[in-house]
T-cell receptor, first 114, second 110 residues
């Protein structure tokens, strides 16, 4: 079966711009979680969506937002980009968002803010 | 707060055994994951421990002690392809989210 697909793979943006990242989960999976990965902080939880509803949220500013569509695809948006937003953004797909079914990660979108 | 500690870097020799430790202090605990991540690639699932004890899967084993807030990943018969980052992650009970350590970069040398 197809894995988790994230697009685009690479992105370069300028400070102050906004960006939208996309994540298509494994077919049949209804939960999508988003993580930010930086060398100093490791992976940090952004938010999780299940059946088009945000269920959990991490400690990121309101500039970070997301949504999920009826086909379970999810998008993440970052507005007013800052240099510190440069990171690898990973999404994880799960049947229900619990360990009973595991989490499968996509290869990520590498965002560089200049 | 949540705190997960693992060594930043480790070096080992091909064919040898290496143990990567992870200690955690979190409010809420469902279980503990280990993931492997090669540079530029997605993290891939290695193991999941809920109960105390050792789980063995081929060359990889993972141990958990909930009372001590401690886990380790044991890699046997190391191969060059095992050079990667190893991520320890706690699944939080109330939120079903993963809290990750910063990862251990393992370098396997010939």
């Amino acid at each position: 079966k197809a894995g988790v697909t994230q697009t685009p793979r690479y992105l370069i943006k300028t400070r102050g711009q906004q960006v939208t990242l996309s994540c298509s989960p494994i077919s049949g999976h209804r939960s999508v979680s988003w993580y930010q990965q930086t060398p100093g902080q490791g992976l940090q939880f952004l938010f999780e969506y299940f059946s088009e509803t945000q269920r959990n949220k991490g400690n990121f500013p309101g500039r970070f937002s997301g949504r999920q569509f009826s086909n379970s695809r999810s998008e993440m948006n970052v507005s007013t980009l800052e240099l510190g937003d440069s990171a690898l953004y990973l999404c994880a797909s799960s049947l229900s968002g619990s360990s009973n079914y595991g989490y499968t990660f996509g290869s990520g979108t590498r965002l560089t803010v200049v | 707060g949540q705190n997960i500690d693992q060594p930043t870097e480790m070096t080992a020799t091909e064919g040898a055994i290496v143990q990567i430790n992870c200690t955690y202090q979190t409010s809420g605990f469902n279980g503990l994951f280990w993931y492997q991540q090669h540079a530029g690639e997605a993290p891939t699932f290695l193991s999941y421990n809920v109960l105390d004890g050792l789980e063995e899967k081929g060359r990889f084993s993972s141990f958990l002690s909930r009372s001590k807030g401690y886990s380790y990943l044991l890699l046997k018969e190391l191969q060059m392809k095992d050079s990667a980052s190893y991520l320890c992650a706690v699944e939080m009970g109330a939120t079903n989210k993963l809290i990750f350590g910063t990862g251990t970069l393992l370098a396997v040398q010939p």
